[in-house]
């Protein structure tokens, strides 16, 4: 097989710009599934932002840092 110097080139130039595409498709993926298992368990607080650790099955959960009442799903008054 002999391959020209265009075609040397053009795979140079090609290769890593593939790469680059791969990687950041894998990197976009692996985010979007940490994301997601991270909402799953833990819940924001709508008062004060804190993160905690919630139940699977618990409608309201209660901040362990300023006692507010959570709803699953969002306030509906608050957003
Ligand atoms: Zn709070």
Not at 8 to 30: K, N, R, T, Y
């Amino acid at each position: 097989m002999i391959v020209s110097l265009s075609q040397l080139l053009l795979a140079l130039v090609i290769l890593p710009f593939l790469w680059i595409l791969v990687d950041g498709l894998f990197s976009h993926l692996g985010e979007r599934r940490f994301q997601r298992r991270q909402q799953r368990g833990v819940r924001e607080c709508h008062l004060c932002g804190n993160h905690y650790p919630e139940g699977r099955k618990v409608k309201i959960s209660t901040c362990p840092d300023c006692d507010a009442q959570n709803v699953r799903g969002g306030h509906r008054k608050l957003g």
